[in-house]
């Protein structure tokens, strides 16, 4: 899998303490710019009252040679990016609403896309496929036995008996899952203890739990140069700092590591 952001973009929902409030060229890039009512619908459409004349627009970067979460793929160049990335793929999912399609008489999906590479005046672009697969996912995603993780589950008081080990690469809890939020029994240290991404390692747990340590030894000198070695120990979301790459200020470029300003 490789790194993808999305954004939902809503100005009434961003801080003007965000660096690019002010940048008219960011702000008028066709890839992340304001879309209103007008450019989509006829002119004479009524407004509601109260209502924004802007849509909310789902933006999605897309970066098919950087990888993503959870990829342990050293199978990279020089610089750290990914081979082959016309064979890569990064996907998205949410719950649907409706199940029974015919009940509720939905017999297609209506959406506007704006064209990708709508900068790309010299036409080198090769284009992409885009797939919407509808349907139920197990909860045994990774086949092997265990149900989908959830960081809540993940004891705050040192039980090792109360987790398990996989050889995707991290821990499990083992109790049921009862509530959806984090203990705060013990503060802010519970917090720490659990909120730790999809593999219930801490970073620092990461970098000596098999996988990710071999992952690691993988990317040394010769698969990587020494000045992108450099430059990663430098970079705090780089996989020697963050093996998983699970902890990821312009909109485009300074998104690929956080896109909303917080």
Known sequence: MV???????????????????????????????EIFEREIYP??????????????????????NERGPYNLDSNVDGKGNLLNPEQRWGGITRRMDTRDFEAANIEYI?????????????????????YFNLGD??????????????ENGLPVDGDTTAVGYTVWGGKYP????????????????????????????????EKVYPSYANYLNELRPPR?????ISAMEADSHSPLNDPAGGTNSAIIEGGRNRIACR
Not at 45 to 54: E, F, L, V
Not at 110 to 130: H, K, Y
Not at 137 to 150: P, R, T
Not at 224 to 228: A, R, W
Request: proline share 5%; net charge negative; hydrophobic share 30%.
């Open 174 to 205: 083992k109790r049921q899952s009862t509530v959806y939020a984090f203990d705060n029994s013990q503060g802010m240290e519970a917090r720490r203890l659990q909120d730790v991404g999809l593999n219930g390692l801490s970073s620092e747990e």
């Open 110 to 130: 209506e959406f506007w896309l704006m064209d990708p590479f709508v900068n790309d005046t010299l036409g080198t672009s090769t284009g992409g496929d885009l």
């Open 43 to 64: 002119p004479n459409r009524d407004a509601y009252y109260g209502q924004p004349a802007t849509i909310p627009a789902l933006n999605i970067s897309y970066y098919p």
């Open 3 to 33: 790194l993808y952001r999305w954004h939902l973009h809503r100005k009434e929902f961003e801080p003007d303490t965000c660096s690019y409030q002010n940048d008219h060229t960011q702000l008028s890039d066709h890839r992340v710019r």
């Open 137 to 150: 996912i197990s909860e045994d995603v990774l086949k092997d036995g265990k149900k989908v993780f959830f």
């Open 224 to 228: 990587l140069s020494g000045e992108t």
